[in-house]
């Protein structure tokens, strides 16, 4: 069944006496650079919006938590687990956490050379945040710092 999030949001505010809720809108559009390498050769991140940590770590905060989890890419999918504002829309990853956080399938495509390497670790926060500064401010330069840290070279995001 296809769910068509931005409407349900739109309506469930509408129900609830909420203004509608603001969508971020860029100012510009964002930077775009060619990969300067195959992906073959290419150091490959993960960023996933699903609020996805390791057993062993903390889970998020359901009200505005800006903060990253970096998770061990050698880390079993039987080890991740999800915390989030949208716990509705979970059912499937905490089934089969590679639906939104597919650790296996890019070890296996490493493992066939489709990329050249998968960073140390991954990372993930909670999507749900409502302050969209907050987001700015906060998460977008942690994500961005980590990853610079790790040398990665081109990012997957799997947006939830």
């Avoid at 195959?38 to 993960?46: D, E, V």
């Avoid at 890419?73 to 089969?96: C, G, M, Q």
């Avoid at 956080?101 to 749900?128: H, K």
Wanted: proline content about 6%.
């Amino acid at each position: 069944m296809t769910v068509n999030y931005m409407e349900t949001i739109r309506r469930r505010y509408e129900q609830l006496g909420y203004t509608p809720y603001r969508w971020y809108v860029a100012d510009d559009a964002p930077p775009w650079q060619a990969l300067d390498k195959p992906l073959s050769q290419a150091r490959l991140g993960l960023l996933s919006t699903s609020g996805a940590y390791a057993v062993g770590q903390r889970a998020y905060h359901y009200k505005d938590d800006t903060s990253i989890r970096a998770i061990p890419s050698a880390t079993p999918p039987a080890d991740i687990r999800f915390s989030h504002i949208t716990e509705n829309y979970l059912v499937d990853a905490k089934r089969d956490p590679e639906t939104i956080f597919p650790l296996d399938t890019l070890r296996e495509l490493r493992d066939e050379g489709v990329i050249g390497e998968l960073a140390d670790e991954v990372y993930s926060c909670m999507g749900g945040v409502y302050s969209q500064r907050r987001v700015r401010e906060e998460t977008a330069p942690a994500v961005l710092a980590a990853c610079q840290r790790q040398r990665i070279d081109c990012a997957l995001l799997v947006a939830m």
